[in-house]
């Protein structure tokens, strides 16, 4: 093999690795658990955060989340709650859960804005969703969802 066909060999080696390197994933960006749930007509894969740490931490600082993610908050008891987005970059969706998993709310929240975006009633869950995606799934006030058993219970 001459110098020229080793040469294009390591550029299309190079390419391809390149080319995987840069492949989106589907994973989610933390250790968090996570369920599959249909959120109106969309099912997405949730990292679920249920503990206080994870519930602070949420999305902050990341950059991007795929469509089809996203994160779910579990409390311990219904109440009335507000989110904010100190050092969240992408701007989400928040669809607020009661206890009888019946859909209180959807609101928007953009990035870095620390101003707290309030449930209209007491919540168990939260949603969070990439922005847009509570529209493009269909969810409203008052939908009947089912939360998965793996985000049922916090853990305190």
Same mark, same amino acid.
């Given at each position: 093999?001459?110098?020229?066909?080793?040469?294009?060999?390591?550029?299309?080696?190079?390419?391809?690795?390149?080319?995987?390197?840069?492949?989106?994933?589907?994973?989610?960006?933390?250790?968090?658990?996570?369920?599959?749930?249909?959120?109106?007509?969309?099912?997405?894969?949730?990292?679920?955060?249920?503990?206080?740490?994870?519930?602070?931490?949420?999305?902050?600082?990341?950059?991007?989340?795929?469509?089809?993610?996203?994160?779910?908050?579990?409390?311990?008891?219904?109440?009335?709650?507000?989110?904010?987005?100190?050092?969240?970059? *992408?701007?989400?969706? +928040?669809?607020?859960?009661?206890?009888? !998993? @019946?859909?209180?709310? %959807? #609101?928007?929240?953009?990035?870095?804005?620390?101003?707290?975006?309030?449930?209209?009633?007491? *919540?168990?869950?939260? +949603?969070?969703?990439?922005?847009?995606? !509570? @529209?493009?799934?269909? %969810? #409203?006030?008052?939908?009947?969802?089912?939360?998965?058993?793996?985000?049922?219970?916090?853990?305190?």
């Amino acid at each position: 093999m001459n110098r020229s066909n080793r040469l294009q060999i390591l550029v299309a080696f190079a390419c391809i690795c390149f080319l995987i390197g840069c492949e989106s994933t589907t994973q989610p960006q933390s250790n968090l658990p996570t369920v599959q749930m249909k959120v109106g007509s969309k099912t997405y894969t949730l990292e679920v955060a249920n503990t206080e740490d994870s519930r602070t931490r949420g999305l902050m600082r990341r950059d991007s989340m795929p469509a089809d993610h996203g994160m779910i908050f579990v409390f311990k008891e219904p109440q009335k709650l507000a989110f904010w987005m100190k050092n969240t970059r *992408i701007p989400l969706d +928040i669809v607020y859960i009661d206890a009888n !998993a @019946k859909v209180d709310s %959807v #609101k928007q929240m953009q990035p870095y804005v620390e101003t707290g975006i309030w449930s209209e009633g007491p *919540i168990q869950w939260a +949603i969070e969703l990439n922005q847009g995606q !509570a @529209k493009e799934a269909g %969810v #409203k006030a008052g939908d009947q969802l089912t939360i998965p058993d793996g985000a049922k219970t916090a853990k305190e």
